[in-house]
C-alpha cells in the first residue's frame, strides 16, 4: 500500500479531507450531539422545552470542542502536544511536493477540513509554508473564494531562475472560529478575527445550570425531554443562544449557516471539493473524518464513481471505526473500487494494536515515504561516478 500510495503522490492531484478526529483528544468530537439536535426537532413538546434542550446541547458541545481554542494561541502544553502532530504533518507533506518530480503538475495541496478549529491555521503559520486560506488584506483580512488557486514562484537573486514553492489551501468546508461575520448595508463580508474575542463573549454568557439540562455522554433524546419539564426559558438562556449562534460556524444539527453570505460560502466550497475531485489523475487521502456529514459523503461518493483515475484513501482511526466507515461505502456502489479504507492492525485477540491518529499516520505513511526517498538518494549518491 505504502508503494502504491508514493507512485500515486508523485503523479497526482493532492487532496485531504480532515475531520475532527485529529484535533482530539484535545478537542473533543461531536459524539452523538448531532444525532439529538436532529431528533429534537421531531418531539413533540413546547418551543420552550426545546429551547431549553438546544441550549444545553450547545452548552456541552461549546464546552467540549469550542472553548479550549484560545489555548491553542497561548502555547497551552497540552494543544502544542497536539498542535507539533499538525507540523510534522505539513512539513513532510511540503517535503514530499518540493521532491515531487512531475513538472506538470503544480506543486499545490487542498486541505479540505470540516474543523472550524485553528490548529491547521496556526500550524501552517508556525511551520512557514506558503498557504491561502481565502483571506486577503493586512489590518483587517477579508475572505473571498477568488483568492483560492493561485500558483506561487520564487525567482533566484542572482541568476533569476524560477521555481515553483508548494501552497497549501485550507479550504474550511464548515466555516471557522477565526471567521467573523461583518453586516453593511449593501454587502456583508467575512473578516479575519486572531483573538477569537467572540469565544470569550459567550463564555461569559453561559447560563446557570439550574436554567439548563445536564447532557451526558449517553444522553438520549428521550432521557432530554423527560428532565426539561419544570424549566421555564430565563433571559439567560436565550442571550447565550443569541450570541453562540453567531458563530460564523455549521451548527452539528444539519442545519446550514442561518445568514446567506455563510451559506452561498459554504455550498461554493463544497463546489470547489466536488470539482477538485473531479480532475484526471487525483487522490484523496481522508484522515479524522467519519463520514457522518452526507453532502460530503454523496459528493466523495459521486466522484469516486464518476473518475476512474480518482483514489481515494480512508484512514479509519480504529477497527471499530473502519466498520462503520465501511457500512457508509457499500462496496456494491463503488464502481471503480477506487477507495480504500484503511484500518489499524488487529492483535490475536482482536484488539487495535495502535490507532489511526495523526502522529501514527505520519510515521506509518508520509514519514516513511520521505525515508525511502532518502534511501534511495543515499544508496545513488554512494555509487561511483563511473557507475553513474
Not at 513538472?103 to 477540513?113: A, H, M, P, Q
Not at 515553483?164 to 489551501?169: A, D, G, L, S
Request: glycine residues 2%; proline residues 3%.
Amino acid at each position: 500500500m505504502k508503494e502504491r500510495i508514493k507512485d500515486t503522490i508523485q503523479d497526482c492531484n493532492i487532496n485531504f479531507l480532515i475531520g475532527s478526529g485529529l484535533s482530539s483528544p484535545f478537542l473533543k468530537t461531536l459524539g452523538n450531539i448531532e444525532i439529538l439536535l436532529t431528533k429534537l426537532d421531531d418531539q413533540n413538546i413546547t418551543d420552550t422545552e426545546k429551547k431549553v434542550i438546544r441550549a444545553s446541547l450547545y452548552k456541552k458541545f461549546f464546552e467540549d470542542a469550542i472553548l479550549k481554542n484560545p489555548k491553542i494561541l497561548e502555547s497551552d502544553i497540552d494543544a502544542n502536544s497536539a498542535l507539533k502532530h499538525y507540523h510534522d504533518f505539513l512539513k513532510s507533506i511540503n517535503s514530499i511536493l518540493l521532491r515531487r518530480k512531475s513538472t506538470i503538475l503544480s506543486k499545490e495541496v487542498n486541505l479540505f477540513t470540516t474543523n472550524f478549529d485553528i490548529f491547521l491555521d496556526k500550524a501552517l503559520e508556525d511551520v512557514s509554508v506558503e498557504y491561502n486560506d481565502g483571506f486577503n488584506g493586512r489590518f483587517l483580512p477579508q475572505f473571498s473564494l477568488t483568492n483560492f488557486k493561485k500558483s506561487r514562484f520564487k525567482k533566484s537573486l542572482h541568476y533569476d531562475n524560477i521555481s515553483e514553492i508548494p501552497v497549501f489551501n485550507l479550504l474550511k468546508l464548515h466555516g471557522s472560529l477565526s471567521w467573523k461575520l461583518i453586516d453593511k448595508t449593501e454587502n456583508s463580508e467575512i473578516v479575519f478575527s486572531s483573538d477569537l474575542s467572540n469565544l470569550k463573549d459567550i463564555q461569559s454568557k453561559i447560563p446557570s445550570m439550574e436554567h439548563l439540562i445536564d447532557v451526558q455522554a449517553d444522553s438520549t433524546v428521550e432521557t432530554l425531554v423527560n428532565a426539561v419539564p419544570g424549566k421555564v426559558l430565563d433571559p439567560s438562556v436565550q442571550t447565550f443562544m443569541e450570541a453562540y449562534e453567531k458563530l460564523s460556524i455549521v451548527n452539528p444539527n444539519k442545519d446550514k449557516f442561518r445568514h446567506t453570505l455563510l451559506n452561498q460560502t459554504y455550498y461554493e466550497m463544497l463546489r470547489i471539493y466536488s470539482n477538485e475531485l473531479e480532475k484526471e489523475n487525483t487522490v484523496l487521502f481522508v484522515m479524522g473524518f467519519s463520514f457522518a456529514d452526507e453532502h460530503i459523503r454523496e459528493i466523495t461518493l459521486r466522484a469516486a464513481n464518476s473518475n476512474p483515475t480518482m483514489m481515494i484513501y480512508i484512514f479509519a482511526y480504529s477497527s471499530k471505526s473502519k466498520a462503520d466507515i465501511q457500512s457508509k461505502f457499500d462496496s456494491k456502489n463503488i464502481k471503480n473500487k477506487n477507495i480504500v479504507i484503511v484500518g489499524p492492525e488487529t492483535k490475536e485477540d482482536g484488539d487495535d494494536k495502535f490507532k489511526y491518529d495523526l502522529e501514527t499516520i505520519n510515521a506509518q505513511i508520509f514519514d516513511c515515504l520521505l525515508e525511502k526517498e532518502d534511501t534511495k538518494e543515499s544508496a545513488t549518491s554512494d555509487v561511483p561516478k563511473e557507475a553513474k
